[in-house]
């Protein structure tokens, strides 16, 4: 007699269900992310649409450039000094035509008409407005090329990988806070602020590397990129009219509000599937472990960074001056060469006018200078003065 033997197949067991205390959604998590380089994204296609979401930076870049036409024209050195430009903060001093030297800057009396920060107009003015118009002014065309490189360099990366509202935030913010703590160490002669946001952008960059340090790789070869494009900026720092101290408040909010505000990009980069529950259900276990991204580290830097926010505004307020307590800190933002002089107070010039020549001699020295001509205006006089006695 036949036997008929019938096999049943048992189902396999159900997959275990995830939650966001279970360490099995890091490890599939882990395993469907790979390191990437820390300045090229992921996926092509997704490197198509972000390239889409710089528009904050491009929109940024072109209130830098608008300021800075702005400042040309209201300097107009080409028809109150006969093409002669009163002021060269980087590079060597000499009264060349505009054409000729691409270094010329705009005059001191251009950028305070602009909304420099300047001692006496913050203070005894009380010209708060400087504070927000300081940020979009360049003390010349160098600073203009090499703070606006930079800025495009660091923001479009930063914008691509975590959003132009966030990169926008940060940019503002740091921005402000810089022209703040430069307001803590102003003196008696115009200073921009505009490189603070830059290193807000930097400080940014540097935290989201740390924050996310096994996501990326290549790390060593990035912390270069950041520390070089630091440094070229903070020896720009150095030369008249740049004021360092920005840079610095501005790298400290930008590094607090990386922590803050630049989560980890993981989930963006995970690759989309059309999976069942598991899939759904891994995913959704990422997305919300990653809004309650380390908690505690970002409400320790978002408190330390409203603390310093709350102090250096009460300080500008009560008009501090750090430089009577700390006579080395002006080193910092201006040192002494012979191609620049970092003196805040006025020089005054004895002026003589023969046969369409004008002389200005500076008092106390026999420094003197003669111009083949006399239609000058009294700020450019002023500027030369400056110039002349330095």
Same mark, same amino acid.
């Given at each position: 007699?036949?036997?008929?033997?019938?096999?049943?197949?048992?189902?396999?067991?159900?997959?275990?269900?995830?939650?966001?205390?279970?360490?099995?959604?890091?490890?599939?998590?882990?395993?469907?992310?790979?390191?990437?380089?820390?300045?090229?994204?992921?996926?092509?296609?997704?490197?198509?649409?972000?390239?889409?979401?710089?528009? $904050?930076?491009? *929109? /940024?870049?072109?209130?830098? =450039?608008? #300021?800075?036409?702005?400042?040309? +024209?209201? @300097?107009?050195?080409?028809?109150?000094?006969?093409?002669?430009?009163?002021?060269?903060?980087?590079?060597?001093?000499?009264?060349?035509?505009?054409?000729?030297?691409?270094?010329?800057?705009?005059?001191?009396?251009?950028?305070?008409?602009?909304?420099?920060?300047?001692?006496?107009?913050?203070?005894?003015?009380?010209? $708060?407005?400087? *504070? /927000?118009?300081?940020?979009? =002014?360049? #003390?010349?065309?160098?600073?203009? +090329?090499? @703070?606006?490189?930079?800025?495009?360099?660091?923001?479009?990366?930063?914008?691509?990988?975590?959003?132009?509202?966030?990169?926008?935030?940060?940019?503002?913010?740091?921005?402000?806070?810089?022209?703040?703590?430069?307001?803590?160490?102003?003196?008696?002669?115009?200073?921009?602020?505009?490189?603070?946001?830059?290193?807000?952008?930097?400080?940014?960059?540097?935290?989201? =590397?740390?924050?996310?340090?096994?996501?990326?790789?290549?790390?060593?070869?990035?912390?270069?990129?950041?520390?070089?494009?630091?440094?070229?900026?903070?020896?720009?720092?150095?030369?008249?009219?740049?004021?360092?101290?920005?840079?610095?408040?501005?790298?400290?909010?930008?590094?607090?509000?990386?922590?803050?505000?630049?989560?980890?990009?993981?989930?963006?980069?995970?690759?989309?599937?059309?999976?069942?529950?598991?899939?759904?259900?891994?995913?959704?276990?990422?997305?919300?472990?990653?809004?309650?991204?380390?908690?505690?580290?970002?409400?320790?830097?978002?408190?330390?960074?409203?603390?310093?926010?709350?102090?250096?505004?009460?300080?500008?307020?009560?008009?501090?001056?750090?430089?009577?307590?700390?006579?080395?800190?002006?080193?910092?933002?201006?040192?002494?060469?012979?191609?620049?002089?970092?003196?805040?107070?006025?020089?005054?010039?004895?002026?003589?006018?023969?046969?369409?020549?004008?002389?200005?001699?500076?008092?106390?020295?026999?420094?003197?200078?003669?111009?083949?001509?006399?239609?000058?205006?009294?700020?450019?006089?002023?500027?030369?003065?400056?110039?002349?006695?330095?």
């Amino acid at each position: 007699m036949a036997q008929i033997v019938i096999t049943v197949k048992t189902p396999p067991p159900p997959p275990p269900r995830l939650s966001i205390e279970s360490s099995t959604a890091d490890e599939l998590g882990k395993e469907q992310i790979q390191r990437v380089p820390f300045f090229k994204p992921l996926y092509s296609s997704q490197t198509r649409k972000k390239r889409q979401d710089t528009w $904050v930076i491009s *929109l /940024f870049v072109i209130f830098h =450039l608008v #300021a800075f036409a702005a400042t040309i +024209i209201v @300097n107009d050195c080409w028809h109150n000094s006969h093409r002669y430009c009163a002021l060269k903060p980087l590079g060597r001093f000499s009264f060349q035509p505009l054409s000729e030297n691409p270094l010329l800057g705009p005059s001191a009396s251009a950028l305070d008409e602009m909304g420099a920060l300047h001692r006496t107009f913050l203070t005894n003015h009380h010209k $708060v407005w400087r *504070l /927000f118009a300081s940020p979009l =002014l360049h #003390a010349g065309v160098v600073h203009l +090329i090499i @703070n606006l490189s930079s800025v495009i360099f660091v923001g479009i990366h930063l914008e691509q990988e975590f959003g132009p509202l966030r990169i926008g935030i940060i940019y503002i913010l740091s921005g402000l806070s810089g022209s703040l703590v430069a307001a803590l160490f102003l003196r008696d002669r115009p200073s921009v602020t505009s490189s603070g946001a830059l290193f807000g952008l930097l400080g940014a960059m540097f935290a989201g =590397l740390l924050r996310n340090w096994n996501f990326y790789r290549n790390k060593f070869a990035a912390i270069v990129a950041i520390l070089s494009i630091s440094a070229i900026n903070l020896m720009l720092g150095v030369l008249p009219y740049v004021n360092n101290f920005a840079n610095i408040g501005g790298f400290i909010s930008g590094f607090l509000l990386g922590f803050v505000l630049l989560f980890s990009p993981r989930l963006a980069q995970m690759p989309h599937s059309k999976g069942g529950l598991v899939d759904n259900e891994v995913k959704f276990s990422v997305k919300l472990r990653k809004k309650l991204d380390r908690p505690v580290l970002r409400s320790v830097s978002l408190v330390i960074l409203s603390l310093l926010l709350a102090g250096v505004i009460v300080a500008v307020i009560h008009r501090i001056n750090v430089n009577k307590y700390c006579v080395w800190c002006r080193y910092i933002d201006c040192v002494p060469s012979r191609w620049w002089s970092c003196n805040d107070k006025q020089m005054h010039c004895e002026m003589a006018v023969s046969e369409g020549r004008l002389t200005l001699t500076c008092n106390g020295s026999d420094k003197f200078r003669v111009f083949p001509f006399t239609d000058i205006s009294e700020a450019r006089i002023e500027d030369l003065c400056n110039l002349i006695c330095s």
